[in-house]
Every structure is written in structure tokens, then in C-alpha cells.
T-cell receptor, first 115, second 112 residues
Framework: AQSVTQLDSQVPVFEEAPVELRCNYS??????LFWYVQYPNQGLQLLLK??????LVKGINGFEAEFNKSQTSFHLRKPSVHISDTAEYFC?????????????FGDGTTLTVKP | SQTIHQWPATLVQPVGSPLSLECTVE??????LYWYRQAAGRGLQLLFY??????ISSEVPQNLSASRPQDRQFILSSKKLLLSDSGFYLC???????????FGPGTRLLVL
């Protein structure tokens, strides 16, 4: 079984400030890790993913995330946010063992960037 | 990459009426396909997934069913809708556990 906890339901931040969205997970098997972004009334788009190798992963729109195995965390960061980054962000894990690729999603973090 | 098509974008249905939401995939073959429901302010709940034609796995007991009559077609159905079936339904496709899930634009269902 897998679970994902996004520690902050809402994160307000001013434009050009740095931001960190926190994600912890638990799983009885090895997992892949993902961050997705959802703009209002749309589907989700992939920001970045960790499969193996370097624990620092860079994604689109200037976002990056760091996989910490000992802390079972995969926090998302951006050094300077823009108004256009306002959206819902979801952390997800996918079971490595089966090929069904079932993903478990966190409840999401609403990032609001203020001018 | 693949493209996921879903329709309609919005649907208002009376309680007790049937439902059929269709999802089609473009740009890949033999994908894993998924139906999710997203309640307001919550994450995504996996409802069904399929690894091939006619192969459906249900994740939660509910009033809904799914079918995959063709490789790139995934249908979500109900014989009689309940108020609690209201929500935002997302279809997604992926080519394996390590692959990105590509999402459709979603269908907002309101059951009155």
C-alpha cells in the first residue's frame, strides 16, 4: 500500500519569492515519484519525475525537486515564482513492481502567487 | 507523447439517469488507461485502470463501471446516477509505471 501526504494545503507567496511545496510518502514497495500541476478546470500536466539516479530532478517552468530516501520526501522548489505559477500542485507515487503504473496522489497544494 | 480526449467538458444529469463518459487516446498504442475522480479541494481518487482491451480493475466499490472495448477507448458508465457521483472526472494514459501519465481535460459532472 502507498500513501502520499502533502503537508501544506495552501501556500501563499509573493511574486519573485522562493517557494517549497512539501511531499512525504510511504510505501511497502519501491516507487517512482512525480509532481504534476493543474490549472483551473484542466487536467494535470507533468512538472518533473524521479525514476533513478541523481536525487535532484529538474523540471519545466524552473521547478526542481529533491528525492530524500531516508526521509521519504520529495519536496518541490522554485527559487523565484511568477504570477502564472498560481495553480494546484500534486505529488504522486507509482508502484515500480507492477507494470499497471497505479499512482497514488496527494490531496494537492494550492499555490497562490501574489503581486 | 500521447493526447487524451474526453467529452463532454460539462454534464448535468438528474439522479437516477444513466451515464457514459468516453475517453480516447491518440499517439500511442497499448497504453495503461485510468479513470480518476477529483472532489473539490481534494486529490485524485483512482476509480478504474486497464492494462489492455477488456481488462478492467476496480479500485473502489461504487456505483460506476468501466469498459475498454478498443485499445484506445475507455468508457466510464453508470446505470443510475447518485448525487454523490458529482465531481470532476479525469481520464489518463501511460505506457508503464515509470512513464508520465497524460491527462485529458476532464469532465465536470453535476448530478441534481
Amino acid at each position: 500500500a502507498q500513501s502520499v501526504t502533502q503537508l501544506d494545503s495552501q501556500v501563499p507567496v509573493f511574486e519573485e519569492a522562493p517557494v517549497e511545496l512539501r511531499c512525504n510518502y510511504s510505501s511497502s514497495v519501491s516507487v517512482y515519484l512525480f509532481w504534476y500541476v493543474q490549472y483551473p478546470n484542466q487536467g494535470l500536466q507533468l512538472l518533473l519525475k524521479y525514476l533513478s539516479g541523481s536525487t535532484l530532478v529538474k523540471g519545466i517552468n524552473g521547478f526542481e525537486a529533491e528525492f530524500n530516501k531516508s526521509q521519504t520526501s520529495f519536496h518541490l522548489r522554485k527559487p523565484s515564482v511568477h504570477i502564472s505559477d498560481t495553480a494546484e500542485y500534486f505529488c504522486a507515487v507509482s508502484d515500480r513492481v507492477t507494470n499497471a503504473g497505479k499512482s497514488t496522489f496527494g490531496d494537492g497544494t494550492t499555490l497562490t502567487v501574489k503581486p | 507523447s500521447q493526447t487524451i480526449h474526453q467529452w463532454p467538458a460539462t454534464l448535468v444529469q438528474p439522479v437516477g439517469s444513466p451515464l457514459s463518459l468516453e475517453c480516447t487516446v491518440e499517439g500511442t498504442s497499448n497504453p495503461n488507461l485510468y479513470w480518476y475522480r477529483q472532489a473539490a479541494g481534494r486529490g485524485l481518487q483512482l476509480l478504474f485502470y486497464s492494462v489492455g482491451i477488456g481488462q478492467i480493475s476496480s479500485e473502489v466499490p461504487q456505483n460506476l463501471s468501466a469498459s475498454r472495448p478498443q485499445d484506445r477507448q475507455f468508457i466510464l458508465s453508470s446505470k443510475k446516477l447518485l448525487l454523490s457521483d458529482s465531481g470532476f472526472y479525469l481520464c489518463a494514459g501511460a505506457n508503464g509505471a515509470q512513464e508520465t501519465q497524460y491527462f485529458g481535460p476532464g469532465t465536470r459532472l453535476l448530478v441534481l
